[in-house]
């Protein structure tokens, strides 16, 4: 069958399945035409990206708008970009794998995808004629890998050839730290490389600053920086003393409380007192006296002993003299040895914070003055020039996912022809559930049952929503489709089943709500009876519960009443009167020739029904039979049948977020091959003695000695029936 769109030139072909008429997807020239295509034809408009059997990477390139759906306008720019990247569309049909040759080279975008799979060839040791696929993108460190340019402008020691480049890039990293490779390999950008020597030029000018030939820098020489470690130990404790012998000289009253009050002795002497004692070191330094002379061996608080003997032979005698021997230290000459060394105090202030410290000033000096910046940049640079490739790369693994994936999902939207020609399971199907000896293949997962649940049954479907654990993987919810067999086993919340997903993973299914709709003609034939024989053995039921309770409580009551009356005769001095029977004979008589009268009413109709059915031809029997039947099953299966008919896929499909745009039906043949139920296999041998089988009821010889009862009454008293003569 062959229909033309009246908008386009293309003639398309249609097959019919669903109830309705669903195009072809299988040359290029569909592709290349599809946008002409109807789109009221198109069985789908748009579809979920989540939840369905395909490649979520594929789908989400799909997805340019990132809202989680796929539309029409989507699915045609990816199949006018796929036909417009190769030289014959027709390979969007075959084996997955992208050729050199199938890529067009006509335009400057062609030319650089070609160029890029030249190179990713060369990078996967491949031959030129090799095909590209998906897997060969999946693991990028070959792409990317740090000895060659890959375009992100992040050089690896690998990289550099030159051994004096591969250790700068290494110095910088082990200073500042590297910039992440596409390769996963740490390397040196722009940036980096700017910021490395900005900071070793700084530390040459500030090395260049403290000249070691400069005296007045380094008064002591070589033993300056020591000096200065012991002057800083001290020199807040030592400002500290002054001013207070400052102020014992501005007011001789202030001595005394500037000095420690004898109160903290003793809280020490109490325990063991030890010189690096917090309560100690707090003390000052030696006693305030207004005369401001601070002893330098005798008289000094013992925690900062050590420390002051360090300040007289580093700092005081080097700088003023040994001569005389210095007992003490006044304010001048502690002024005095603050003023020599505060030029080198203030040189180290103006140290550069740099990591770049923990490398020799040689080799700083060295890189400052070397062309080393250059060429590394020069290779940064180099290497950030084919930023195209990386681009490319991206490009070419999209080309391969949708040649490989792109029909599929077309043959899922535009048609559901995976769906309906059974060629392989459509997208939405999740898996199989296996319950109650069947197979469900109409499986899909949802994510709110309950919601899912007041869309779905207008499908006309018979559903189970189900819950799916397993171990190592989080619990999901599917919903499967019944479209063959039987119910009589109530599929009620709790049951147990196994579901396969599409990757063969067992999960173990739990039913948590049941949808009920008619699953065949065949069960509403029956199903009248069913639920009259349902009925009647629950009316049966309550009729036995209710005599059992009545008994008891009669039987309570009697006892209660005889105790009653023991215990009344026991205590009374004459013997009471005899109880008056209760046993009434006329009412009795009455309930009797009541049910009497029924069972003569009954037998009277059945006589004349017997009889009525007897007077007809021997012909009209079977008929009038079929028609009671009929009369009884007829309502049930016209309902099923009607339900069957406007059986549908569309609302399950709505219920997950799809935008389906048409009726997909679901008749009774096809569903029944969406569902499989069990039967023996072919050839199969089978043994019929079963010696726990259930005892064989004998009720159809006491139907048919009745039936012979009741005919042999009619003839006695009819006469026999001429119509059977």
């Given at each position: 069958?062959?229909?033309?769109?009246?908008?386009?030139?293309?003639?398309?072909?249609?097959?019919?399945?669903?109830?309705?008429?669903?195009?072809?997807?299988?040359?290029?020239?569909?592709?290349?035409?599809?946008?002409?295509?109807?789109?009221?034809?198109?069985?789908?408009?748009?579809?979920?990206?989540?939840?369905?059997?395909?490649?979520?990477?594929?789908?989400?390139?799909?997805?340019?708008?990132?809202?989680?759906?796929?539309?029409?306008?989507?699915?045609?720019?990816?199949?006018?970009?796929?036909?417009?990247?190769?030289?014959?569309?027709?390979?969007?049909?075959?084996?997955?794998?992208?050729?050199?040759?199938?890529?067009?080279?006509?335009?400057?975008?062609?030319?650089?995808?070609?160029?890029?799979?030249?190179?990713?060839?060369?990078?996967?040791?491949?031959?030129?004629?090799?095909?590209?696929?998906?897997?060969?993108?999946?693991?990028?460190?070959?792409?990317?890998?740090?000895?060659?340019?890959?375009?992100?402008?992040?050089?690896?020691?690998?990289?550099?050839?030159?051994?004096?480049?591969?250790?700068?890039?290494?110095?910088?990293?082990?200073?500042?730290?590297?910039?992440?490779?596409?390769?996963?390999?740490?390397?040196?950008?722009?940036?980096?490389?700017?910021?490395?020597?900005?900071?070793?030029?700084?530390?040459?000018?500030?090395?260049?600053?403290?000249?070691?030939?400069?005296?007045?820098?380094?008064?002591?020489?070589?033993?300056?920086?020591?000096?200065?470690?012991?002057?800083?130990?001290?020199?807040?404790?030592?400002?500290?003393?002054?001013?207070?012998?400052?102020?014992?000289?501005?007011?001789?009253?202030?001595?005394?409380?500037?000095?420690?009050?004898?109160?903290?002795?003793?809280?020490?002497?109490?325990?063991?007192?030890?010189?690096?004692?917090?309560?100690?070191?707090?003390?000052?330094?030696?006693?305030?006296?207004?005369?401001?002379?601070?002893?330098?061996?005798?008289?000094?608080?013992?925690?900062?002993?050590?420390?002051?003997?360090?300040?007289?032979?580093?700092?005081?005698?080097?700088?003023?003299?040994?001569?005389?021997?210095?007992?003490?230290?006044?304010?001048?000459?502690?002024?005095?040895?603050?003023?020599?060394?505060?030029?080198?105090?203030?040189?180290?202030?103006?140290?550069?914070?740099?990591?770049?410290?923990?490398?020799?000033?040689?080799?700083?000096?060295?890189?400052?003055?070397?062309?080393?910046?250059?060429?590394?940049?020069?290779?940064?640079?180099?290497?950030?020039?084919?930023?195209?490739?990386?681009?490319?790369?991206?490009?070419?693994?999209?080309?391969?996912?949708?040649?490989?994936?792109?029909?599929?999902?077309?043959?899922?939207?535009?048609?559901?022809?995976?769906?309906?020609?059974?060629?392989?399971?459509?997208?939405?199907?999740?898996?199989?559930?296996?319950?109650?000896?069947?197979?469900?293949?109409?499986?899909?997962?949802?994510?709110?049952?309950?919601?899912?649940?007041?869309?779905?049954?207008?499908?006309?479907?018979?559903?189970?929503?189900?819950?799916?654990?397993?171990?190592?993987?989080?619990?999901?919810?599917?919903?499967?489709?019944?479209?063959?067999?039987?119910?009589?086993?109530?599929?009620?919340?709790?049951?147990?089943?196994?579901?396969?997903?599409?990757?063969?993973?067992?999960?173990?299914?739990?039913?948590?709500?049941?949808?009920?709709?008619?699953?065949?003609?065949?069960?509403?034939?029956?199903?009248?009876?069913?639920?009259?024989?349902?009925?009647?053995?629950?009316?049966?039921?309550?009729?036995?519960?209710?005599?059992?309770?009545?008994?008891?409580?009669?039987?309570?009551?009697?006892?209660?009443?005889?105790?009653?009356?023991?215990?009344?005769?026991?205590?009374?001095?004459?013997?009471?009167?005899?109880?008056?029977?209760?046993?009434?004979?006329?009412?009795?008589?009455?309930?009797?020739?009541?049910?009497?009268?029924?069972?003569?009413?009954?037998?009277?109709?059945?006589?004349?029904?017997?009889?009525?059915?007897?007077?007809?031809?021997?012909?009209?029997?079977?008929?009038?039979?079929?028609?009671v039947m009929l009369l009884i099953s007829g309502p049930s299966m016209l309902m099923a049948a009607m339900t069957l008919r406007r059986r549908n896929l569309?609302?399950?499909?709505?219920?997950?977020?799809?935008?389906?745009?048409?009726?997909?039906?679901?008749?009774?043949?096809?569903?029944?091959?969406?569902?499989?139920?069990?039967?023996?296999?072919?050839?199969?041998?089978?043994?019929?003695?079963?010696?726990?089988?259930?005892?064989?009821?004998?009720?159809?010889?006491?139907?048919?000695?009745?039936?012979?009862?009741?005919?042999?009454?009619?003839?006695?008293?009819?006469?026999?029936?001429?119509?059977?003569?």
């Open positions: 069958m062959s229909i033309s769109s009246t908008s386009s030139s293309h003639t398309w072909r249609f097959f019919r399945s669903g109830g309705f008429d669903q195009v072809v997807i299988s040359r290029g020239a569909d592709l290349e035409h599809l946008s002409e295509l109807d789109q009221k034809l198109w069985t789908v408009l748009n579809c979920p990206t989540l939840g369905l059997e395909f490649d979520a990477a594929t789908t989400s390139l799909l997805d340019t708008d990132n809202d989680g759906q796929i539309r029409v306008p989507e699915l045609i720019a990816a199949v006018r970009w796929c036909c417009a990247r190769l030289v014959d569309s027709n390979l969007m049909f075959a084996e997955p794998g992208v050729p050199l040759t199938a890529l067009k080279t006509d335009d400057a975008e062609g030319a650089a995808l070609y160029a890029a799979a030249q190179r990713v060839l060369t990078y996967l040791d491949k031959p030129n004629d090799a095909a590209l696929t998906v897997q060969d993108f999946l693991d990028t460190t070959k792409l990317y890998a740090a000895d060659h340019f890959n375009g992100d402008g992040v050089v690896a020691p690998q990289l550099a050839q030159d051994p004096q480049l591969q250790q700068l890039i290494q110095d910088i990293i082990d200073c500042l730290g590297g910039v992440a490779d596409r390769s996963g390999s740490q390397g040196v950008n722009q940036s980096l490389l700017e910021q490395f020597f900005q900071q070793a030029a700084a530390i040459v000018d500030w090395q260049r600053a403290g000249d070691a030939d400069d005296s007045q820098l380094w008064p002591l020489g070589a033993e300056t920086p020591a000096a200065v470690a012991a002057l800083e130990r001290v020199q807040a404790k030592v400002d500290d003393y002054f001013v207070r012998c400052q102020l014992a000289a501005f007011d001789q009253r202030a001595a005394a409380s500037l000095n420690p009050d004898t109160g903290v002795y003793g809280s020490l002497s109490n325990r063991a007192i030890a010189t690096l004692d917090t309560e100690l070191a707090a003390l000052p330094l030696a006693t305030i006296d207004a005369a401001a002379a601070l002893p330098l061996q005798t008289g000094v608080n013992p925690a900062w002993a050590d420390a002051m003997q360090q300040l007289l032979t580093q700092v005081v005698e080097p700088l003023l003299g040994t001569e005389p021997t210095r007992t003490h230290l006044s304010r001048a000459d502690w002024t005095a040895v603050q003023g020599l060394l505060a030029p080198w105090q203030a040189w180290q202030a103006q140290r550069p914070a740099s990591a770049l410290h923990q490398l020799p000033a040689e080799r700083l000096a060295e890189l400052a003055q070397g062309h080393g910046q250059a060429d590394l940049a020069a290779l940064i640079a180099e290497d950030a020039a084919i930023t195209s490739f990386a681009e490319n790369v991206q490009a070419l693994e999209k080309l391969c996912r949708y040649q490989r994936d792109l029909v599929q999902l077309l043959r899922n939207f535009v048609s559901l022809s995976d769906f309906y020609q059974r060629r392989q399971k459509a997208i939405f199907q999740a898996g199989t559930l296996f319950i109650d000896q069947r197979s469900c293949e109409l499986v899909l997962r949802v994510a709110d049952a309950a919601k899912h649940a007041c869309m779905a049954s207008f499908s006309g479907c018979y559903l189970l929503y189900c819950t799916c654990t397993r171990k190592d993987q989080a619990p999901l919810q599917i919903v499967a489709a019944l479209t063959a067999g039987d119910v009589d086993y109530s599929m009620a919340a709790g049951r147990n089943g196994v579901f396969y997903d599409r990757q063969g993973r067992d999960w173990k299914a739990t039913v948590t709500k049941v949808v009920s709709q008619p699953i065949s003609v065949r069960q509403a034939f029956w199903s009248p009876y069913k639920r009259l024989a349902a009925f009647i053995e629950t009316q049966i039921n309550k009729f036995a519960a209710a005599r059992d309770k009545d008994i008891d409580s009669k039987t309570s009551a009697g006892i209660t009443q005889a105790s009653a009356q023991a215990s009344t005769q026991a205590t009374a001095k004459a013997p009471a009167p005899a109880a008056k029977s209760s046993f009434d004979i006329a009412k009795f008589a009455g309930i009797f020739a009541a049910i009497g009268l029924a069972l003569g009413a009954i037998g009277t109709a059945l006589a004349a029904l017997a009889a009525g059915f007897l007077a007809l031809p021997a012909w009209q029997m079977p008929l009038v039979l079929l028609g569309g609302p399950l499909l709505d219920a997950n977020g799809w935008a389906v745009n048409t009726r997909a039906i679901i008749n009774i043949p096809f569903g029944a091959a969406l569902t499989g139920v069990a039967k023996l296999p072919e050839h199969s041998e089978r043994a019929l003695a079963d010696p726990y089988a259930q005892p064989r009821t004998r009720w159809g010889f006491w139907l048919l000695l009745v039936v012979t009862i009741v005919f042999c009454a009619y003839v006695w008293h009819f006469g026999w029936p001429l119509g059977l003569l």
